[in-house]
């Protein structure tokens, strides 16, 4: 099933990221955490993407698991550190293994001074190139906090608009911890005439330190009250565990609430958290 189809049907979509193992040895782990999330049924669940070696390969064995399972896979593709040619056999990849819905992402920029190709610039390169081989419904990435690397909150909408109008038929927001973030970001994306679905992505916080460090990277700030939670309980991972869920929880009613049909849940890889926010929007989602 086409991830469009999902997110513009009247009933409200509940899905769950996982990441792909960084090594043959987690392999068997991970997916058996990604089958207990699938267990749950969630809308579709999105298979993140690391470049190069094994890694890249592991998103297709996921997702194509998840597909045989019966849960809608969403592969994430990056391009930055790949040639045309890379790109093309992954695509070819995942059609041979019935994957019919891609996230086209840039990718963070290697910092480790090994020389990489430079086939690919932007993410819209990337969208254009998979909407003409065909045959997939193609998603990005929106930042409503804005790109951390963008000179200016205009400048990141402008460059969306740009991957819109290259094929773009969704957009899934980076984590943000404020709905009002979103809700403002929503309305200056429709000023800019990007009519796109948004799906709002939403990471229950179950590690003081990650977040901090996720924070510091990607720009998101975390609004005081929740800090304080996290402050309060970073060395009780169950009671953060709880305060977190109940955090996201609240996020996700509100934003069903408000009209956005489409909430995705960063769980990494995390069946526990996963069927906890599952349960607690069960009847709102129904
Ligand atoms: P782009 O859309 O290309 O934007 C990158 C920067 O370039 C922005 O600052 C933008 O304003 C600017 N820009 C865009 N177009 C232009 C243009 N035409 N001219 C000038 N400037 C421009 N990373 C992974 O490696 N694997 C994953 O699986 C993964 N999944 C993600 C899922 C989501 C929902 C999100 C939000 C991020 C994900 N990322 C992933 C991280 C992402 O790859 C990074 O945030 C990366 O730095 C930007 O990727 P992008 O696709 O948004 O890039």
Redesign the pocket.
């Known amino acids: 099933m086409k991830i469009i189809d999902i997110i513009t049907s009247d009933k409200p979509s509940l899905s769950f990221?996982v990441?792909p193992p960084k090594t043959s040895t987690s392999y068997e782990n991970v997916k058996a955490a990604t089958e207990e999330i699938a267990k749950l049924s969630p809308s579709y669940m999105?298979?993140?993407?690391?470049?190069g070696g094994g890694t890249s390969d592991y998103?297709v064995s996921i997702a194509e698991n998840l597909k045989k399972l019966g849960t809608t896979p969403l592969a994430?593709?990056?391009c930055?550190s790949s040639t045309h040619e890379d790109v093309k056999n992954m695509l070819l990849k995942m059609k041979e293994h019935g994957i019919e819905n891609v996230?086209?992402?840039?990718?963070?920029?290697p910092q480790d001074g090994k020389e990489y190709p430079t086939d690919y610039?932007?993410?819209?390169?990337?969208v254009k190139e998979i909407r003409s081989f065909g045959g997939f419904c193609v998603g990005?990435?929106?930042?409503p906090e804005?790109?951390?690397?963008?000179?200016s909150a205009a400048?990141?909408i402008?460059?969306?608009k740009?991957?819109a109008d290259s094929g773009c038929e969704f957009?899934?927001?980076?984590?943000f911890f404020d709905n009002d973030i979103l809700y403002n970001f929503l309305y200056r994306i429709l000023k800019a005439d990007i009519n796109v679905p948004i799906?709002a992505?939403i990471m229950p916080v179950t590690n003081a330190k990650q977040i901090k460090r996720i924070c510091a990277i990607?720009g998101n700030s975390l609004p005081q009250r929740f800090l304080r939670i996290v402050d309060k309980y970073a060395d009780k991972p169950e009671a953060l565990m709880q305060a977190g869920i109940a955090f996201a929880t609240e996020q996700a009613i509100d934003l069903y609430a408000n009209g956005i049909n489409a909430v995705?849940i960063y769980s990494m890889n995390n069946p526990l958290v996963a069927a906890a926010i599952k349960e607690n929007v069960s009847n709102i989602i129904a």
């Not at 999105?46 to 470049?51: E, I, K, P």
């Not at 996230?103 to 920029?109: E, S």
């Not at 990005?140 to 930042?143: H, K, L, M, R």
């Open positions: 990221e990441f999105s298979v993140t993407y690391g470049a998103t994430h593709l990056s930055v996230l086209a992402l840039r990718g963070d920029i610039h932007y993410a819209y390169e990337l990005g990435a929106c930042y804005t790109h951390p690397e963008s000179e400048k990141d402008e460059y969306l740009i991957k957009f899934t927001t980076q984590m799906v992505g990607s995705h």
